[in-house]
């Protein structure tokens, strides 16, 4: 199933996900005013967000997919501070052909050891995220899923 964000990107839903209601996006610490999907699949415990925010002319020329992926990442810090959140390493990927810049993490909730990988795209004055999470012991193949997914995303300009 190919889902979409106000016509801006476009994002395939594999086998085994489903895109997650309202009801189950409550709780989730979402960006505020901005567009997303959530897809999940419970079997494999991932989930992956991507959202679609713009921003006004003069922050878009002044700031850059570093500074982005920079700010974002000490926001996710920030947010995750009280889930035993560890930075682990800058991340550089294509999404579409555009840079992509962010970071892995790990964390924990409920006992449960997580992992997560958080990208930003900037086009023009559009940004672009992308989160995963899911369990520690499945990071590799949870990455794969995340990065497969991510190769058939498609941003319209």
Same mark, same amino acid.
């Given at each position: 199933?190919?889902?979409?964000?106000?016509?801006?990107?476009?994002?395939?839903?594999?086998?085994?996900? &489903?895109?997650? *209601?309202?009801?189950?996006?409550?709780?989730?610490?979402?960006?505020?005013?901005?567009?997303?999907?959530?897809?999940?699949?419970? $079997?494999? &415990?991932?989930?992956?967000?991507?959202?679609?925010?713009?921003?006004?002319?003069? *922050?878009?020329?002044?700031?850059?997919?570093?500074?982005?992926?920079?700010?974002?990442?000490?926001?996710?810090?920030?947010?995750?501070?009280?889930?035993? @959140?560890?930075?682990?390493?800058?991340?550089?990927?294509?999404?579409?052909?555009?840079?992509?810049?962010?970071?892995? @993490?790990? @964390?924990? $909730?409920?006992?449960?050891?997580?992992?997560?990988?958080?990208? $930003? $795209?900037?086009?023009?004055?559009?940004?672009?995220?992308? &989160?995963?999470?899911?369990?520690?012991?499945?990071?590799?193949?949870?990455?794969?899923?995340? &990065?497969?997914?991510?190769?058939?995303?498609?941003?319209?300009?």
């Amino acid at each position: 199933m190919r889902l979409s964000i106000d016509n801006r990107l476009y994002m395939d839903c594999p086998e085994g996900f &489903h895109e997650l *209601t309202e009801e189950e996006k409550q709780g989730m610490n979402l960006t505020p005013g901005g567009k997303v999907i959530c897809i999940s699949d419970p $079997v494999r &415990h991932i989930v992956i967000t991507a959202g679609w925010t713009k921003v006004n002319e003069l *922050t878009a020329w002044l700031v850059g997919t570093r500074e982005l992926a920079w700010n974002m990442s000490r926001q996710i810090e920030k947010n995750m501070k009280k889930f035993s @959140y560890v930075w682990l390493d800058n991340v550089k990927r294509t999404i579409d052909g555009q840079a992509a810049r962010g970071h892995d @993490y790990e @964390y924990v $909730v409920k006992d449960i050891n997580m992992t997560g990988e958080s990208l $930003v $795209v900037k086009i023009d004055e559009n940004l672009f995220y992308f &989160h995963m999470y899911a369990r520690k012991a499945r990071r590799d193949d949870s990455l794969k899923v995340f &990065h497969d997914i991510l190769d058939n995303v498609a941003i319209a300009e």
